[in-house]
């Protein structure tokens, strides 16, 4: 009797046992599970700045390319001459502001020889001065005659005459500096504009040269010689499989315990053989429904509830064997261990 007891009390504890387990929320489990899982990659797409035609090609579907490596080649040959036209410009508008350095420099010494000549006239005018009050006074004394008095005043009113027509000249040459200044000013201008367009042209230049933004495998290549291109249309995408990382949609119910850092367990449907290792690198902000266009409004009174799915960035561990035959959009199983 007693052993039976013991019996369907083992009994009894068990099913207790196994009701709890299979009752408990699906947070508490220690491995987090779900095969809506898919290989990523952030890839980026190339595209001309400019409109033009393809000249050169250089690289092939499925290549692997380095950053900055030449795709292709445009047709230049408008951006060449464009490039020249610029560098001609920037030389006249050079040439121009030398010439009006150089005028400016004439200018200087111009007025240079006003400001002498200018002294000399005020020498002139205080002999001519000095020799008139000297004929008045001898023909007060009776002593000169008036044709010396007559001589002098003329002499007088021709040095006041040129300077101040000598004066005139030197303010005259002054404004005429001022002006050579004024202009020098719109040169230096000019060739900074000059400067800016030629760079402009050497830019747009460059833009023929398509070359790889990051390093990376290229796919979905759209390069075709003598093809014209306008601006803005993708040629090719480059996706850095050697930066991969999985996007997996994970039950809300199953993230209660999940954390950045805890490690993760990753098996590749295209490599069943194989299991890889990686590392929660973050969990997503919102659910994939909350940005959507159109999001679920539950306004009536037929509401049903839906549990929701969050992304879950996994990034794998470095240097794994096989990773190499990892491709975007792969599908693949994550656990999550959340007790570790």
Do not use: C, W
Not at 55 to 64: D, K, T
Not at 103 to 128: F, H, N, R, Y
Not at 175 to 203: C, G, I
Request: no cysteine; glycine share 4%.
């Amino acid at each position: 009797m007693r052993k039976k007891m013991m019996i369907l009390l083992a009994l009894a504890a068990a099913i207790a046992g196994s009701a709890f387990y299979l009752n408990r929320p699906e947070a508490m489990r220690p491995v987090q599970s779900t095969n809506n899982a898919y290989l990523r990659a952030d890839y980026t797409n190339v595209a001309p700045r400019l409109s033009a035609t393809v000249a050169e090609v250089l690289v092939r579907e499925n290549q692997f390319v380095e950053k900055g490596q030449i795709m292709a080649r445009m047709d230049d040959r408008d951006q060449r001459i464009a490039v020249q036209t610029a560098e001609a410009a920037l030389q006249a508008a050079r040439a121009n502001l030398d010439m009006l350095e150089s005028q400016a420099g004439i200018q200087a010494s111009v007025i240079e020889q006003a400001e002498a000549a200018l002294d000399a006239d005020k020498a002139a005018l205080t002999l001519a001065q000095t020799q008139e009050r000297r004929a008045r006074e001898l023909l007060a004394r009776k002593s000169g005659p008036q044709s010396m008095l007559d001589e002098a005043i003329s002499t007088l009113a021709s040095a006041e005459a040129k300077l101040h027509s000598d004066t005139a000249s030197r303010d005259a040459a002054r404004r005429q500096l001022d002006v050579y200044d004024a202009r020098k000013e719109a040169a230096r201008a000019a060739v900074a504009q000059a400067e800016a367009t030629l760079a402009d042209a050497r830019l747009r230049l460059s833009y023929m040269t398509i070359e790889a933004p990051i390093s990376g495998t290229i796919g979905q290549l759209n390069l075709r010689k003598g093809a014209f291109v306008p601006a803005g249309t993708t040629l090719a995408a480059i996706v850095p499989l050697q930066d991969i990382y999985i996007e997996a949609m994970f039950r809300e119910t199953q993230l209660a315990r999940v954390r950045p850092g805890q490690p993760v367990t990753i098996t590749v449907d295209a490599i069943p053989d194989r299991q890889f290792q990686g590392r929660v690198d973050s969990i997503g902000p919102a659910s994939g429904a909350s940005f959507t266009a159109l999001p679920a409004q539950n306004a009536t009174g037929n509401f049903t509830k839906i549990t929701q799915r969050l992304p879950v960035r996994i990034a794998l561990e470095p240097d794994q064997p096989e990773a190499d035959a990892m491709r975007v959009g792969m599908s693949v199983i994550s656990e999550i261990h959340v007790d570790s």
